[in-house]
């Protein structure tokens, strides 16, 4: 069963901007991550937060967490072109720790 | 040097027919995964392996079958394949399993089209 849901489904901004991407999820966790995934590649790992982590930053990634809300959000500062990908939140949840994708945000940066 | 491969990339074959996708890693990794993307990117798990056991096994039919012959090394065996199962397949593999699972590392992908 999925367990994130991103919002929006897709998000088409202008070189410079900045793009927020949400996600939801349904149970406690253990850690949510994030991952880009560009058209016809595999996906790769950006960022990970733990469940007791409320904002964590790399290069011009933010990411929050709250827990209360179940929700995680991905901030891109400054996009550039070469952002243009799909971007998914996962979460390690339940006892078997299964790594669970959520639909995903297709991300367009205009030049 | 490729963290995790999978071969082959494209695989088109006939309604019924049998095939395999391999994996191999070269992180050390303990835990490797198999994830189905569907047309619509939607990426679901299949199986996952931790030091050569078995520990997830996703509603899949049995149609599919996992085997992992070391840590290294996870393949994807499908027999009777249907036109449902055309998807891309992506091997990924982490450090370790459990609470504190990390970071996984995605091979680039075998897109299956069944005709």
């Known amino acids: 069963s999925q367990q994130g849901e991103e919002d929006p489904q897709a998000l088409s901004i202008q070189e410079g901007e900045n793009a927020t991407m949400n996600c939801s999820y349904k149970?406690?966790?253990?850690?949510l991550q994030w991952y880009r995934q560009n058209s016809g590649r595999g996906l790769v790992h950006l960022i990970l937060i733990r469940s007791n982590e409320r904002e964590k930053h790399s290069g011009r990634l933010r990411v929050t967490l709250d827990t209360s809300k179940k929700s995680s959000s991905l901030l891109i500062t400054a996009s550039r072109a070469a952002d243009t990908a799909s971007y998914f939140c996962?979460?390690?949840?339940?006892?078997?720790?299964?790594?669970?994708f959520g639909k995903g945000t297709l991300l367009t940066v205009n030049p | 040097d490729t963290a995790v491969s999978q071969t082959p990339k494209y695989l088109v074959t006939q309604m019924g027919n049998d095939k395999s996708i391999k994996c191999e890693q070269n992180?050390?990794?303990?835990?490797m995964y198999w994830y189905k993307q569907d047309s619509k990117k939607f990426l679901k798990i299949m199986f996952s392996y931790n030091n050569k056991e078995l520990i997830i096994n996703e509603t899949v039919p049995n149609r599919f079958s996992p085997k992992s012959p070391d840590k290294a090394h996870l393949n994807l065996h499908i027999n009777s394949l249907e036109l449902g199962d055309s998807a891309v397949y992506f091997c990924a593999s982490s450090q370790r399993w459990g609470p504190d699972t990390g970071e996984l590392f995605f091979g680039e992908g075998s897109r299956l089209t069944v005709l």
């Open positions: 992180l050390g990794h303990d835990t």
């Open positions: 149970t406690s966790i253990n850690n």
């Open positions: 996962a979460t390690v949840s339940g006892s078997n720790y299964k790594l669970t």
